[in-house]
C-alpha cells in the first residue's frame, strides 16, 4: 500500500440546512424577470417589435458574503466582497417583412441579448472555499509513500498503526486485497472523529493555504470581486415562402456569439520581475520542504518520486522521475505574496 486518501464523511457546500440535513441547502435566491414590449405596424407590409427584458438573481455570486481580508493580503482587492449584479437589461428587437405585399412571402430578422444562468457556481467552487467555518469535506493521506500519514479528527490527529487506529496497513508488503477490512475500519475511525459540527474549521478554507504559502487550494473558482453575469447575443434571418395551397418553404439562419463567459485568470503574473517577492518565494520553499520532511528543493523531488514509486535523477534543467512521464522542475512561481504551488 503505497498511496491510501480518506475523506472526513463530511460533503455539504453550505451551511443552511434543508430536506431533513443540517446543512447542503441552497438559496435563498430570489429570481426576478421582467419584460415590456411593443410592436408597431410601420407599413402594412413590415411590422416591427421591440423588446426589453430585466433579469436578477440574487443567490449566484455570494455577494452576501464580506470580504475576505486573508485574501487581500496575498492578492490586494481580489478579495474585497463580490459584486452582485443589479443591472443585467437585455433589449430585443425583431422585424416582419412581405417584400411582395401579397402575403406569399415573409422575410423574419431578430437579434436580443440574452444572460445565462451560472447555475449555482458560487455554490460548488467559491463559497466552500471563502468560509472559515462548517461541515465541509476534507481528504487527506493516510498512507504517503508506503509510510502511515496523519489524519486530523477532533482530538487531533490518528494514523495506520497508531494508538487506537488499528494494524498499519501502509507498506509496499501489503497489498489492496489483503487490507481493505483494516482500510475500512481506520476510515470508520475517521469519520468518526469527524462529527458534523458547523462551527468547526473549514479544511478547504483559502485563507489557511495562502497563510502557508502553498497555493490557493483551487481559487480558480472563486469570483472575482467584479463579477459579470455571463451573456451572449442570439439571432436570426428567415424567409418563408408559400410554394402553392399548404406547402411551404422555409429556411432559417441561427447564430449565438457569447459576448462575456466565465474565465479562469492567473493574476499571478508568473515570470513577471516586477511582482517577485523573495521572502514570499524563500517562505513558499520552506512550507513545500517541510511538507516532505525535507531541508533541500532536490530532496523534496526525490522523496516526491519516492511517493508515487519512481527513480529520480538530477539534470541540469530540472529533475526527473523515472520510470513514467513524470517531469519535476525545480521553479517557483510566486507573485505579490506567499502563493505558489
Request: glycine share 14%.
Amino acid at each position: 500500500m503505497n498511496r491510501v486518501r480518506f475523506g472526513n464523511g463530511q460533503g455539504f457546500n453550505t451551511l443552511q440546512p434543508a430536506l431533513g440535513f443540517p446543512a447542503g441547502g441552497l438559496g435563498p435566491d430570489n429570481r426576478i424577470g421582467l419584460y415590456v414590449g411593443d410592436t408597431w405596424k410601420i407599413k402594412p407590409n413590415f411590422t416591427l417589435n421591440v423588446g426589453l427584458r430585466y433579469d436578477r438573481d440574487t443567490g449566484r455570486t455570494d455577494s452576501d458574503l464580506p470580504a475576505d481580508p486573508n485574501i487581500n493580503a496575498a492578492f490586494p482587492g481580489f478579495g474585497n466582497r463580490v459584486k452582485q449584479a443589479n443591472l443585467n437589461f437585455a433589449p430585443q428587437l425583431g422585424i416582419a417583412w412581405d417584400p411582395m405585399k401579397n402575403g406569399k412571402t415573409v422575410i423574419r430578422a431578430g437579434i436580443g441579448l440574452y444572460f445565462e444562468n451560472v447555475i449555482y457556481n458560487n455554490v460548488l467552487f467559491d463559497r466552500p472555499l471563502r468560509l472559515q467555518t462548517g461541515a465541509f469535506n476534507q481528504v487527506t493521506s493516510g498512507c504517503l509513500g508506503g509510510k502511515p500519514q496523519p489524519v486530523p479528527v477532533n482530538t487531533g490527529t490518528i494514523a495506520p498503526g497508531g494508538p487506537g487506529a488499528g494494524p498499519n496497513f501502509c507498506g509496499n508488503g501489503n497489498y489492496i486485497g489483503n487490507v481493505i477490512p483494516q482500510i475500512l475500519s481506520f476510515w470508520n475511525l475517521v469519520k468518526a472523529g469527524n462529527p458534523t459540527d458547523l462551527k468547526a474549521p473549514n479544511p478547504s478554507y483559502i485563507g489557511n493555504f495562502l497563510g502557508q504559502g502553498i497555493g490557493s487550494n483551487g481559487g480558480i473558482g472563486l469570483f472575482a470581486p467584479d463579477y459579470k453575469t455571463p451573456r451572449s447575443v442570439q439571432m436570426n434571418v428567415g424567409i418563408q415562402h408559400e410554394i402553392r395551397h399548404g406547402m411551404v418553404f422555409s429556411a432559417d439562419y441561427l447564430r449565438n456569439v457569447g459576448t462575456r463567459s466565465l474565465i479562469g485568470i492567473d493574476i499571478n503574473k508568473q515570470g513577471d520581475i516586477s511582482t517577485f517577492n523573495l521572502a514570499g518565494a524563500r517562505a513558499a520553499i520552506a512550507a513545500t520542504n517541510a511538507q516532505f520532511k525535507a531541508t533541500t528543493v532536490d530532496q523534496a523531488i526525490a522523496k516526491r518520486c519516492d511517493h508515487v514509486g519512481l527513480r529520480w535523477q538530477r539534470a541540469r534543467y530540472g529533475s526527473r522521475c523515472h520510470g513514467s512521464g513524470l517531469y519535476v522542475r525545480k521553479t517557483v512561481s510566486l507573485v505579490r505574496a506567499p502563493s505558489a504551488d
